[in-house]
């Protein structure tokens, strides 16, 4: 256990020392504040139009704001994870790991550990922007968590996909191309269940990472939808470490 | 008494597909051993140190470390190793310090310690200077050192280093190669390298590997005791060769020109006083009389060069 901390602090500081961190962070804000923004003033110009007051701003928040963070997510983690093991790789500093006491899954989690403290750093910013009417107006924070507990669990299964592509490779870019890929892929699963010529389409429509998202998004917690996120990471972490195990064969 | 076993191969053998890359290989080292690893390019080496340091599995053969297994107990096993590879795996975004905190801490150092551990790890490696530099402001010399600094911090018992001077000038290299010699009295260390008299130098034990294949394992006293097979001789004034082939010992005598002679010696014998003595009584003036002992870089072209021509002609 002390090892994967170990792993997950150098990890987390590496990722705070380049300057890629920093960059996605701010053009993340400046997107999202921007989109926020625009919200809002929607908002008040709409005030007043519907008379039972359904629509409130914690809707706009938690719904569309929160909506759109994960299209630019799916565009920017591919670039937090692309360096994981890609660029360990090609400056031959994953030796250093594999010929140190530590077994691999203890590195994989370290690793990913590590980019959860990234993924919390954007949550927080997200978290900041409702916080900042948190004065002037009523927020539904239950649905706030609920909507930040979403993207949270989003990205940590963005992030499992991406290390596993990036474990495949010594290339960071196309670690990155190859993540995008992937999540895009997994994403737009739910396409094909509008088609009714296709069989499973059920299937298809559960196992698309956006479905799950919604009804967090609308506020509602569902352990199915936790439960989906968390083996959908597994399933990736486990891949990683197959795949380095069987990088010594 | 013979010190005890620290790292143990047993038939070690690598193949990359159809490739033999590592045949066999039987490798026992002591403590207090500096074994030197040499060969030509593409002959095992590093895949002989990839398997040892367990980033590579052998595709037959076993590694004991410690009396560790390392396909069993890999973390036993690996707790007790250091290994610098050829490229010394440092990460350039972070300062000398963190960077060796963090490995001490890979490397189970329990907090309290590693800022001692670090601090005699910079100390041995030289690296006091440059604590709070980035490590990729540093120079490829002073990397190498990071990267060694590294394979000792946690002063395992074994230390494996591939090629560790590459890079380094002139001063450094005797600083490293002193460093190594030290390290060896405590710790076994094996040793790859091209440099045939650092081998010579600071080795206790050569051992040439050649299409995967030890073909040489002999410790380095050998080398330069081995008897030799002829004396080389320069005489101003030699009236005729064949007295000296009437000297007891001198086999054949094969004149070079210029007063250079060549002479061959029957088995173990040591002529050379003899010869000293017949010049000094006949006025030859002689220059010049040494032994001509196999050098190791001579056994090294022997042995790689004799397979090589075995395996054209085959």
Same mark, same amino acid.
């Given at each position: 256990m002390s090892n994967i901390l170990n792993i997950a602090r150098t990890e987390l500081k590496r990722i705070f020392l380049s300057p890629l961190a920093w960059a996605v962070l701010a053009v993340v804000q400046f997107i999202m504040g921007f989109?926020?923004?625009?919200?809002?003033?929607?908002y008040a110009n709409n005030a007043g139009m519907q008379p039972d007051d359904s629509i409130g701003v914690s809707d706009y928040v938690a719904g569309s704001l929160y909506g759109f963070a994960t299209i630019l997510l799916l565009l920017v983690m591919p670039l937090m994870t692309m360096r994981l093991f890609a660029e360990e790789r090609k400056g031959n500093t994953l030796v250093l790991l594999t010929s140190a006491p530590v077994s691999i899954t203890e590195v994989v989690l370290g690793k990913f550990l590590g980019l959860l403290g990234f993924v919390l750093a954007v949550v927080l910013l997200m978290a900041a922007m409702p916080l900042a009417l948190h004065w002037s107006t009523n927020l539904d924070w239950g649905r706030v968590a609920a909507g930040l507990l979403g993207l949270f669990l989003m990205m940590m299964a963005f992030g499992a996909a991406g290390l596993f592509v990036s474990s495949l490779t010594r290339e960071p870019t196309i670690a990155a191309v190859g993540s995008f890929g992937l999540l895009l892929v997994v994403w737009l699963l739910n396409i094909l269940a509008y088609n009714d010529s296709i069989p499973f389409?059920?299937?298809?429509? /559960? +196992?698309?990472?956006? =479905?799950?998202?919604?009804? %967090?998004?609308?506020?509602?917690?569902?352990?199915?939808?936790?439960?989906? /996120? +968390?083996?959908?990471? =597994?399933?990736?972490?486990? %891949?990683?470490?197959?795949?380095?195990?069987?990088?010594?064969? | 008494m013979e010190s005890e076993v620290l790292i143990e191969a047993r038939a070690l053998t690598r193949r990359y597909g159809p490739t033999l890359a590592v045949d066999g290989l039987h490798l026992t080292l002591r403590k207090g051993e500096i074994l030197g690893l040499l060969g030509?390019?593409?002959?095992?080496?590093?895949?002989?140190?990839?398997?040892?340091?367990?980033?590579?599995?052998?595709s037959a053969g076993e590694v004991l470390i410690g009396g560790k297994s390392l396909r069993e107990d890999a973390k036993a096993a690996k707790r007790a190793l250091g290994y610098l590879p050829e490229q010394p795996p440092v990460y350039g975004e972070l300062t000398v310090d963190e960077y060796l905190d963090y490995c001490a801490s890979l490397h189970g150092?329990?907090?309290?310690?590693?800022?001692?551990?670090?601090?005699?790890?910079?100390?041995?490696?030289?690296?006091?200077?440059?604590?709070?530099?980035?490590?990729?402001?540093?120079?490829?010399?002073?990397?190498?050192?990071?990267?060694?600094?590294?394979?000792i911090i946690h002063r395992p018992p074994v230390i494996i280093?591939?090629?560790?001077?590459v890079g380094l000038d002139p001063i450094q290299i005797r600083e490293i190669r002193a460093l190594i010699a030290a390290l060896g009295r405590n710790h076994s260390v094996i040793l790859s390298?091209?440099?045939?008299?650092?081998?010579?130098?600071?080795?206790?034990?050569?051992?040439?590997?050649?299409?995967?294949?030890?073909?040489?394992?002999?410790?380095?006293?050998?080398?330069?005791?081995?008897?030799?097979?002829?004396?080389?001789?320069?005489?101003?004034?030699?009236?005729?060769a064949r007295t000296l082939e009437t000297l007891a010992g001198v086999r054949r005598v094969l004149a070079l020109g210029e007063g250079r002679y060549r002479i061959e010696v029957d088995g173990n014998a040591?002529?050379?006083?003899?010869?000293?003595?017949a010049a000094v009584d006949g006025g030859w003036g002689l220059l010049e009389l040494r032994a001509e002992a196999q050098t190791l870089e001579e056994i090294f072209v022997e042995l790689t060069s004799r397979d090589a021509a075995l395996a054209e002609a085959a």
């Open positions: 989109v926020f923004i625009n919200l809002l003033v929607d389409r059920e299937v298809f429509n /559960y +196992l698309s990472l956006i =479905g799950h998202y919604d009804s %967090l998004r609308r506020g509602i917690f569902n352990s199915a939808d936790i439960v989906y /996120y +968390l083996l959908f990471s =597994g399933l990736f972490l486990w %891949l990683t470490v197959q795949r380095l195990d069987m990088e010594r064969n | 030509p390019n593409g002959a095992g080496k590093s895949t002989t140190m990839k398997m040892l340091t367990g980033n590579l599995a052998p150092i329990a907090r309290k310690s590693r800022p001692e551990a670090v601090a005699s790890a910079k100390r041995d490696c030289g690296l006091a200077d440059v604590s709070r530099r980035l490590i990729g402001n540093l120079s490829k010399g002073y990397q190498q050192r990071v990267g060694l600094a590294q394979a280093l591939d090629e560790p001077t390298s091209h440099i045939l008299p650092e081998i010579q130098a600071v080795c206790s034990r050569v051992m040439i590997i050649n299409r995967g294949r030890a073909v040489y394992n002999e410790p380095v006293a050998a080398v330069k005791s081995a008897a030799f097979g002829a004396i080389a001789a320069v005489f101003r004034q030699l009236p005729d040591d002529p050379r006083e003899a010869i000293a003595g």
